[in-house]
Structures are given as structure tokens and as C-alpha cells.
């Protein structure tokens, strides 16, 4: 409820039948007078409801908000279109208030979305299952790291310099607690430079961790990485955007053996960070190391079909030394806004959605490419995000850009030096062809 009040005939009531007079004595025998405040809040005057609401509409107009900004934003997090029918189902209470399905009697509604997304994540990744799901991108990576050092019984693995930095970050973290090496492969341009990663992958590498598109927008050589993972008996991790896989070849085609990605970008709110959703799908022969929860088809006592969860890995349900993870919730609503996404979309639709992506940020490359002291940092295809190099560095730009109600490209530099003043630039099906003009525009005139 969003307000319950209470009279003071209420409270006087209680008190009563605690047996004590005021608010002071309940509190006198357990809490010391030295640690109490003894002085009024120092809180404003109190507001009426109308009077509250009209405030906090004004403090939240001090927030640059992607209705009234044109966003450019990208590295993990992007203003696409969400259809209003996803907010309606997410806000149903038998959705919005649902935790774990554990009696799967009462909760066939929400494990059967579970297993519908699970399936349209196995059919776009190309891989035989999908759990359900993960905390965000970064912790799918991390996760997938663990896997192959388990399955290979392995120390080390190569995560490529072209992944985003907070995966690297969070991956780093995960290796550092279970004794495993982490080893950087770096860049030639904007992508990963094959011939160091073919002297970094040994025998004693677990797995081989990259992210397409990457970071800086632009597509890897997957099928020439796999090989030489696979060759020296690794595993391939993929990171992928959902998005793209409507018109890149699924992972499962080009033989990863784990696909992750970050699934805010299918449904999901931009929402300042978060919450988001982390997809994971993997092999048949991985099916037990795999992390989360996943729901199972199977038939009841009358033999109806019915929904159950199934291949629990984690403490709560099996010994402690055989658990793959210690995740012990997931990102139910999230991914259940993903599920609404994908069936209203369809699969021309999410097609079309892809290629408005592509077909709008290569006309916004093209232009910004025209600008004097402007240029595209690499030359390698990339899919709905670049990275240009600019004659100002990033930070001063954007400056400038909000300025003229818009949010402009993340600041490469900061995490790729090698990339003198570079922005990475996502341009999503939203942003219209007088948007993308704007923003050439402003970018003109920056100084």
C-alpha cells in the first residue's frame, strides 16, 4: 500500500494493550537515554500529499532523462523502444510480487515464462539450454569464467582487452578468489590482435572470453578465435547484445561453448544502472556446472504438462562442495520483461529493430566521418556502435552536447589510451535521422 495511516486513537490503543503509556517508555527499558537523539528531527515542514508530489516532480527534473535528451549513451546500457504492453503484464501481481517459484503447484504461471524465456534464449543464442538467469551482464561473464576452469580443471583464462571494462573488472575479481590467472589479450585498433592471442592460448588455458560487438562497437574474428581456443583444448565464451543476434550468426553456429550477455537492451529500462538482466546459455555436456536455476518441462500425476525447477546447483540444494555457484536469486522480473519483449516483437520484428540499429549508425558514422578533425577510429564493420576520434577529448564534448539536449558517447580514452580522445557512439532504432543530424550538427560546432 502506498499509505497506511494511523490516528492517534490508533496509537494510543496500542500502546495500551502493550501495556505502556507513551512512545518514550516503550523505548526507555532497551534503549539507553545516552544513545538516544533527545531533540526533534530536523526535518522540514510536513507537506500535504499534493504539495510532496509536485516537490519531488521538481527535484526529479534536475535529472537528464532520455525522454526529453536525445542519448548516445551506450557501453552496456541503451535507449531502445519498449512497448507499453511489457510494463502492463510486469506490473500484474501475481508477477510483480512473485519471488521463488519453490512449489511449482502454485506457481505454474511464473515457471512457465521462466521456461519460454529460457527457450527463446537457446533459439536466438543457437545453444542447447538457458538458465534463469543472471544478476546483470558482468556476473554472466564472471560466472562463465568459473565454468571453464571447472570443466577443464584448468588455472588460467584469456579475456580479450576489447570487453568491456567493468566484465574485465568483474571477471578479475571472480579469478582472484578461486586462484585462477587472468591473462589480457590486447588490441590491434579496435579488435583483438589474433596473432598475440594465438601465443597466449597454451594448454594450461581454460577458456578464451570475448565479447561481440565489443566494447568499442565493432565485430570480432570469432570464427578464426574459436578455432585456435579449440584447438588447444579450451572453451569459448561469447559475450554477445541480444540485439544483434537478429542479424550477426548465433554464437552456437560459430561453436561457443557459453554465450552471456547483458539483457537490458530486451524490454528493460535503462533505469540509472539497474536493475538488469544477465543472460546465460551453454552445451548440453556443461548442463551441470551451469549457475542459477533452471525450469523444466515434465508431466504431473494426471499427466498434464507442467512446469518444475530443475538442476539447482547451488548450496541451498546440494552439498556445499559439489555447488557451481553460490547465486541464490536471479533477475525473475527482468527477464520475464524480456520474454513479453521477444513474443510482441517476434522474429521480423527483432530482425527490423536490428537492422534500424545498423542502418542508422552507419549513416551517423558517415556524417560524423565528414566533420573536419573527426574520423572513425577503426576501420573493422561494427553493428549499431563506434568509436570515432574527435579533436576535443570526450568529456569536453559532452559537455557541450547536453547543452543542447543531448547525450553524447562514452569517453574510450578513459579505458583505451591508446585511442587518442575517443567516444564510442550508440545509435539505437530510436534515435530518429533529425536526431542523428542534430547531433552531427552540435558535434560541428564544438570548440
Same mark, same amino acid.
Given at each position: 500500500?502506498?499509505?497506511?495511516?494511523?490516528?492517534?486513537?490508533?496509537?494510543?490503543?496500542?500502546?495500551?494493550?502493550?501495556?505502556?503509556?507513551?512512545?518514550?517508555?516503550l523505548?526507555?527499558?532497551?534503549?539507553?537515554?545516552?544513545?538516544?537523539?533527545n531533540?526533534?528531527l530536523?526535518?522540514?515542514?510536513?507537506?500535504?500529499?499534493?504539495?510532496?508530489l509536485a516537490?519531488?516532480?521538481?527535484?526529479? &527534473?534536475?535529472?537528464?532523462?532520455? &525522454?526529453? %535528451?536525445?542519448?548516445?549513451?551506450?557501453g552496456?546500457?541503451?535507449?531502445?523502444?519498449?512497448?507499453?504492453?511489457?510494463?502492463?503484464?510486469?506490473?500484474?501481481?501475481?508477477?510483480?510480487?512473485a519471488?521463488?517459484?519453490?512449489?511449482?503447484?502454485?506457481?505454474?504461471?511464473?515457471?512457465?515464462?521462466?521456461?519460454?524465456?529460457?527457450?527463446?534464449?537457446?533459439?536466438?543464442?543457437?545453444?542447447?539450454?538457458?538458465?534463469?538467469?543472471?544478476?546483470?551482464?558482468? =556476473?554472466?561473464?564472471?560466472?562463465?569464467?568459473?565454468?571453464?576452469?571447472s570443466q577443464?580443471?584448468?588455472?588460467?583464462v584469456?579475456?580479450?582487452?576489447?570487453?568491456?571494462?567493468?566484465?574485465?573488472?568483474?571477471?578479475?575479481? %571472480?579469478?582472484?578468489?578461486i586462484?585462477?590467472?587472468?591473462?589480457?589479450?590486447?588490441?590491434v585498433?579496435?579488435?583483438?590482435?589474433?596473432?598475440?592471442?594465438?601465443g597466449?592460448i597454451?594448454e594450461?588455458v581454460?577458456?578464451?572470453?570475448?565479447?561481440?560487438?565489443n566494447?568499442?562497437?565493432?565485430?570480432?574474428?570469432?570464427?578464426?578465435?574459436?578455432?585456435?581456443?579449440?584447438?588447444?583444448?579450451?572453451?569459448?565464451?561469447?559475450?554477445?547484445?541480444?540485439?544483434?543476434?537478429?542479424?550477426?550468426?548465433?554464437p552456437?553456429n560459430?561453436g561457443?561453448?557459453?554465450v552471456?550477455?547483458?539483457?537490458? =537492451?530486451?524490454?528493460?529500462?535503462?533505469?540509472?544502472?539497474?536493475?538488469?538482466?544477465?543472460?546465460?546459455?551453454?552445451?548440453?555436456?556443461?548442463?551441470?556446472?551451469i549457475p542459477g536455476?533452471?525450469v523444466?518441462?515434465?508431466?504431473?500425476?494426471?499427466?498434464?504438462?507442467?512446469?518444475?525447477?530443475?538442476?539447482?546447483?547451488?548450496?541451498q540444494?546440494?552439498r556445499?562442495?559439489?555447488?557451481?555457484?553460490?547465486?541464490?536469486?536471479?533477475?525473475?522480473?527482468?527477464a520475464?520483461?524480456?520474454?513479453v519483449?521477444?513474443?510482441?516483437?517476434?522474429?521480423?520484428?527483432?530482425?527490423?529493430?536490428?537492422?534500424?540499429?545498423?542502418?542508422?549508425?552507419?549513416?551517423?558514422?558517415?556524417?560524423?566521418?565528414?566533420?573536419p578533425?573527426?574520423?572513425?577510429?577503426?576501420?573493422?564493420?561494427?553493428?549499431?556502435?563506434?568509436?570515432?576520434?574527435?579533436?576535443?577529448?570526450?568529456d569536453?564534448?559532452?559537455?557541450?552536447?547536453?547543452?543542447?539536449?543531448?547525450i553524447?558517447?562514452?569517453?574510450?580514452?578513459?579505458?583505451?589510451?591508446?585511442?587518442?580522445?575517443?567516444?564510442?557512439?550508440a545509435?539505437?532504432?530510436?534515435?530518429?535521422?533529425?536526431?542523428?543530424?542534430?547531433?552531427?550538427?552540435a558535434?560541428?560546432?564544438?570548440?
Amino acid at each position: 500500500m502506498r499509505y497506511i495511516p494511523i490516528t492517534q486513537a490508533d496509537k494510543e490503543a496500542m500502546l495500551r494493550d502493550i501495556g505502556v503509556t507513551s512512545t518514550e517508555e516503550l523505548f526507555a527499558a532497551n534503549i539507553p537515554a545516552d544513545v538516544r537523539l533527545n531533540r526533534p528531527l530536523n526535518l522540514p515542514p510536513a507537506l500535504t500529499e499534493m504539495e510532496i508530489l509536485a516537490h519531488v516532480r521538481e527535484l526529479t &527534473q534536475a535529472n537528464v532523462n532520455l &525522454q526529453d %535528451y536525445a542519448c548516445f549513451l551506450g557501453g552496456g546500457a541503451y535507449d531502445h523502444y519498449i512497448p507499453s504492453a511489457v510494463e502492463t503484464f510486469l506490473r500484474r501481481g501475481e508477477f510483480l510480487t512473485a519471488y521463488t517459484p519453490y512449489q511449482p503447484e502454485i506457481s505454474q504461471g511464473v515457471l512457465q515464462v521462466i521456461y519460454e524465456y529460457q527457450s527463446m534464449i537457446c533459439e536466438l543464442t543457437g545453444m542447447d539450454l538457458s538458465n534463469a538467469s543472471m544478476y546483470d551482464g558482468a =556476473s554472466a561473464l564472471a560466472e562463465a569464467a568459473v565454468m571453464v576452469t571447472s570443466q577443464t580443471g584448468r588455472k588460467k583464462v584469456v579475456i580479450a582487452k576489447s570487453v568491456s571494462p567493468n566484465y574485465r573488472r568483474v571477471v578479475k575479481t %571472480y579469478m582472484h578468489g578461486i586462484g585462477v590467472e587472468v591473462i589480457e589479450a590486447p588490441l590491434v585498433g579496435c579488435e583483438l590482435d589474433l596473432n598475440k592471442l594465438a601465443g597466449l592460448i597454451t594448454e594450461e588455458v581454460a577458456g578464451v572470453l570475448v565479447q561481440m560487438p565489443n566494447f568499442l562497437g565493432h565485430i570480432e574474428q570469432v570464427k578464426a578465435i574459436e578455432a585456435m581456443t579449440h584447438q588447444k583444448g579450451a572453451l569459448f565464451v561469447v559475450a554477445v547484445d541480444p540485439i544483434s543476434l537478429a542479424v550477426l550468426e548465433a554464437p552456437g553456429n560459430y561453436g561457443a561453448d557459453i554465450v552471456v550477455a547483458e539483457g537490458q =537492451s530486451l524490454g528493460n529500462y535503462t533505469s540509472f544502472g539497474g536493475p538488469y538482466l544477465g543472460v546465460m546459455a551453454t552445451r548440453e555436456k556443461m548442463s551441470r556446472r551451469i549457475p542459477g536455476r533452471i525450469v523444466g518441462a515434465t508431466l504431473d500425476t494426471r499427466g498434464q504438462r507442467a512446469f518444475v525447477l530443475t538442476l539447482q546447483a547451488r548450496e541451498q540444494h546440494i552439498r556445499r562442495e559439489k555447488a557451481t555457484s553460490n547465486i541464490c536469486s536471479n533477475q525473475a522480473l527482468n527477464a520475464m520483461a524480456a520474454t513479453v519483449y521477444l513474443s510482441l516483437v517476434g522474429k521480423e520484428g527483432l530482425r527490423e529493430v536490428a537492422n534500424l540499429c545498423l542502418q542508422k549508425a552507419h549513416y551517423a558514422a558517415a556524417q560524423i566521418a565528414k566533420l573536419p578533425g573527426y574520423r572513425i577510429a577503426c576501420k573493422s564493420a561494427f553493428f549499431k556502435e563506434f568509436t570515432i576520434s574527435a579533436p576535443l577529448p570526450a568529456d569536453q564534448i559532452n559537455k557541450q552536447l547536453l547543452e543542447k539536449k543531448i547525450i553524447g558517447g562514452f569517453p574510450s580514452s578513459v579505458d583505451y589510451p591508446e585511442l587518442h580522445n575517443a567516444m564510442t557512439i550508440a545509435v539505437t532504432e530510436k534515435r530518429t535521422r533529425a536526431e542523428i543530424d542534430a547531433l552531427v550538427a552540435a558535434l560541428g560546432e564544438v570548440k
